[in-house]
Structure formats: C-alpha cells, structure tokens
C-alpha cells in the first residue's frame, strides 16, 4: 500500500476527534487526504493536516470508528513517513499546521512514543517551527507528556464523559479519574508551573448523546475544571452513530444541543459563571430554543445595571455586551460617563438585546407593556 493510500484510511479516522479550533470541515479546495479546514476565534480559516498515526487500537470505545471490535483495514505510518508526508503537504503551502492523534496499538507507551517520534523528526531533523497540536492518549506517562508539551503548541486529552459512569457507559478499558483526570491535571501544572512549556496550551474534548449524562452534569465538570486549571476551551462533539459498534442504532445527537452547550460554557469559561445561575429543563438539560445568557438574566435580581457605575461582573451578564465591550465601557466611562445608546452600539454592544437590562445615567432604555 503506498503512503497516500495509507494516509486516506488513517486521516478518515481521525476525522471525529475536533480538538482544534471553534469548528472544522473537510476541505474541498485540493484533492487530498487529510486536509481540514479549522475555523478560528476570529472567523478566519486555518488549514491542518489531521490524522492518526496508527488507527489500531485495543480499547473498545463504543462510539468510535475505531474500536477493537470493528472489522476493517488496520495500519500505521512510521514517524518518517508521517513526518515527511506532513511536509509534502505544508512546503506546498496547502495547510498551515498538523494534528496528530492515534489509536492505542500495542501499549500506551509505545503510541505516545511513536507520535513524539514524528514531532520531534519534523522539528529537529527537518527544522518544522510552525503549529502542531498532539494528542495525549489516556494512560500516558508524566514523562512522555513533558516531552509531548517541549515539542507541541497544543495538546489535549479528551475526557469523553462528564463523570466515571458516563465514561464506563462508553468504554470499559478507560479508567476516568485514573487515566484522564489525573493526567489532565498533570498537563495543567506542567503549564502552570513550568517555564520550559511557554507556548503550550491544552483543550479537551467530550463525545454528547452517546451516555445518558445530562448537560448539568456535563457543565458541572466542566466548571470544576475551569476553576481548578487553565484549560483553553472545550469541544463538544455531537455523537453519531458509526456501523459495526454498540451504539450503531443508537439516536445521533442533534448540533442543536451542542450549539448551547458552546454558548453556556462560554459563560463558564469565559465570563465566570456558576453553574447554578444557568437554566435548566426539568431533565436537567439546558432549552434547546432559547439563549443561556438571556434565560439567565431573566433569574437575576441585579437589573438593570447602571453602566456609568455597574461592575465587571454585571456589564459581563448583561445580553448583548460581551468581555470585550465590557472592558471598553469601563474604560471609557471613567473619562466621559455614558448618556446615550449609540454610544454603546459604537462599541460593539447588541443594543436591541441589551436594553431591557440597562439604565444610562439613570434612565431606563425600555419603556415596558403591562
Ligand atoms: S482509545 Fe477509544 S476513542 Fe481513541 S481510538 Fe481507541 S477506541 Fe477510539
């Protein structure tokens, strides 16, 4: 089988893993395996390289295409040849970085190995400065994630569930605190900590809709890790079913839900929220047609706020003003108070989602119908 041959089989099964950016797609601009484009932050498209080293894998995760129980072709490309494959790809200008993730083939060790194998050949023998984000397999040792963290931009271990039944409804060779937790937090104090890991960051990922974990369970962990380290951002990706496993008559999970569980933690990660000011349905779940930020201020006793005076932490919690503004308004009023909307709107602020929850020097900016 030739390298590109290779490469087509692995880069399709790595194509669940979306631990790169706020969403990505196939590329359809170049005939080629594994070329995806990531979106980023600001709306701009970032190309990479993604696949698996090797898509063998002993675990038996039940979600996933590959699965120990799943009959099809296994195979791997030796840190050479992925290396050099890789960069056919970048000096041609057709991606900008590379992904690698792998299944776990023989031993957690060896997987690790040979993917720190292939990063350190594209840095070290081939001179490679730009992005690479590698994946951690769980299991791995404290040892292989430093190494991985010296030589990586990103990486990330994936926590797939929200809570040690969750994971035990998914897979029974994965040890959640043991295996993902414990490493998560040791990839965090590394960073933390450390001055060699200086450009390193970390994300995760959680499988939705293949265990029965509500999204209050799921933003509860999510909370708990938020507080605790300095994650970058989570991926929540929408089960679906993949033939030949467990879960292949299993319902997929609809992008609504994981649209509002991005929206909702935002409010975790990037605005502080508590869990406890979100809303949820009586199963648990957050309403799938209507805002988390809106349905949350509706339960607040703080409105309106006053945005010649009010804090950070109100400004923030306001619908339509986001960090950004919020930061400016503060800023700005300390100069010159505010008396006006379009003042506001010049700033960037939503105003028609905003008004219902502000005064300006006093004055209310909705009239309202009893
Ligand atoms: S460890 Fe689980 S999720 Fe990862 S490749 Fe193996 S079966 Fe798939």
Known sequence: MT???????????????LCDYVSHHKSSQ??????????GHNGCKIPLFKTLQT???????????????????RLELSPEELAKAFLGYYNRGLVNGLFLSSGISSDVES??????????????????????????????????????????????????????SGLA???????????????????????????????????TQLIIGANNESDREILSRMEKIYKKSELKRTYFSAFT??????????????????????????????????VKELVFDNNDNLLLTQDPKILAAENMN?????????????LIRVPGIGMKSAREIISIRKKIP?????????????????????????????????
């Open 169 to 203: 409804e998914l897979s029974s060779t994965k040890d959640y605190n043991k295996d993902i937790l414990k490493r998560l937090s040791w990839i965090n104090n590394l960073q933390h900590k450390s001055t060699t890991y200086p450009n390193s960051t970390h994300t």
């Open 111 to 164: 997987t690790m190995e040979n993917q720190i194998e292939t990063v350190h050949l594209l840095r070290k023998k081939y001179g490679y400065d730009d992005y690479i984000h590698l994946k951690i397999v769980p299991g791995a040792s404290k040892d292989s994630i430093k190494r991985a963290m010296a030589l990586a931009n990103r990486v990330s271990i994936n926590i797939e569930a929200a809570t040690p």
């Open 55 to 73: 898509n063998k894998c002993k675990n038996d995760c039940k979600y996933c295409i590959n699965q120990s129980k799943r009959n099809f072709t």
């Open 30 to 39: 170049v005939n080629l395996p594994g070329i995806y484009e990531a979106i």
């Open 302 to 314: 703080i409105f309106p706020v006053e945005i010649n005076r009010a804090p950070l932490i109100e």
């Open 241 to 274: 079913p993949v033939q030949e496993t467990e879960f292949s008559n299993k319902e997929s999970c609809s992008t609504d839900r994981t649209s509002k569980l991005y929206n909702a933690d935002s409010l975790l990660n990037d605005y502080h929220y508590d």
């Open 3 to 17: 390298t590109l041959e290779k490469m087509k089989i692995l880069t399709d099964s790595a194509q669940y893993d």
């Open 338 to 370: 505010f008396s006006n909307k379009e003042q506001l709107r010049k700033l960037g602020v939503v105003v028609d989602r905003a008004e219902p929850y502000i005064k300006i020097s006093g004055e209310y900016q909705t009239t309202f119908d009893f």
